[in-house]
């Protein structure tokens, strides 16, 4: 007659205690995963800054004015660039506008691009935080 003994000798299973050992290392793991995962999405998404355009307006063949809303964490200098477009898309104006700190998190702003051409568009192609 065999014994477990045998038997797990013969077949190599493990004892109950090293199964125990690996699964607590095994969820240790998972846990230190979903740890430095959430750490990264949280520190990501406070890095970040979010435009809205609100709209434009032709002021006359040489400008456009742009207006825009930024959303960012308050205290923090933003960088947007604007584009002004004439009717086949190309660019005929754009300027680079530096947003001071705010006390708030979203702030409105409205400004004025310089064209070289009569604009049919203006819009903010990107922001970034400074």
């Known amino acids: 007659m065999t014994t477990p003994e045998q038997l797990a000798d013969r077949y190599g299973r493990a004892r109950r205690g090293a199964l125990r050992g690996w699964w607590i290392l095994v969820g240790m793991v998972a846990v230190a995963i979903v740890g430095i995962a959430s750490w990264m ?5 406070a890095a970040e800054v979010d435009v809205d355009d609100l709209g434009y307006e032709v002021t006359s063949e040489r400008a456009v004015e742009v207006s825009f809303r930024v959303t960012s964490a308050s205290g923090t200098a933003v960088v947007c660039i ?3 477009l004439d009717e086949s898309f190309g660019v005929v104006g754009w300027e680079i506008v530096e947003l001071p700190p705010s006390d708030s998190i979203a702030a ?3 400004r004025t691009i310089r064209t070289v051409d009569t604009a049919t568009t203006g819009y903010v192609n990107s922001c970034s935080l400074r």
């Open 82 to 84: 604007l584009e002004a």
């Open 41 to 45: 999405v949280i520190s990501t998404s």
């Open 108 to 110: 409105d702003h409205t």
